[in-house]
């Protein structure tokens, strides 16, 4: 293991401020992702994707549609920077680590207080996979396995 091991805290999101850096594909995947958690997603980006800009005039997401600033983080729970410029990453990551806000940097795992996990849901059961930030393909692949074996067992009910 040449990574620590993060705790796999299921939290309730419904009632926290997330704010998403960023408009490309990763910050849309993971703001859809977190749709199924939470209506509560501020996103602030000069340039979105199709599917974000719909998203927010459908009224899903809070669209800001410029560079982020320092006060968009205020009252924020979680973080994601996931713009395409590192060092605005890491100039939020120093921000959030100074305000105390819980935040996850998508091009450097040294800087995430918590990893996006793979997941996979069915009714109550929610499956969050990590390999602690050292193998996202795996975490996939287990994912994946999980998925396929818990739909299986559905179907010889
Ligand atoms: C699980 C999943 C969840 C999700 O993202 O939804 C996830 N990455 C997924 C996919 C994926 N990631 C990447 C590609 C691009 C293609 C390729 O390279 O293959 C693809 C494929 C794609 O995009 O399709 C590239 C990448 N990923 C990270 C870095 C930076 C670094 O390692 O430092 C870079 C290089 C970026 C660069 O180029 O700068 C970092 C992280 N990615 C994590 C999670 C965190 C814990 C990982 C772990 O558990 O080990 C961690 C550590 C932090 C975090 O971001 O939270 C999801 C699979 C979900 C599923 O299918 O179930
Ligand atoms: N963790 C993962 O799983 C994973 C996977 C692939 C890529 N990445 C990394 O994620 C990051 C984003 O990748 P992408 O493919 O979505 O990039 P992208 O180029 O599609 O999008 C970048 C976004 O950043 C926004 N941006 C630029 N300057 C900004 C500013 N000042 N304020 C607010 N937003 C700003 C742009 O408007 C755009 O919406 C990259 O650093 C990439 O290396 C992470």
Redesign the pocket.
Known sequence: MKNKRFFPMFVDLSDKKIVV????????RRIKTLLQFTRNITA??????MELHELGKAGFVNLIN???KRSDFAMAFMVIA?????K??DEIYRVCKEQGIYVNV??D?SKCDFY?PGIYMQDEVVVGITASGLN?KKARRVRVAIQEAMEASDNEE
Do not use: E, Q, S, Y
Request: aromatic fraction near 6%.
């Open positions: 850096v960023g408009g490309g594909n990763i910050a849309t602030v980006a000069p340039k979105t994707t410029r560079p982020v996931a713009t395409n410029d590192w605005l990453n998508a091009d795992k996006f996202h």
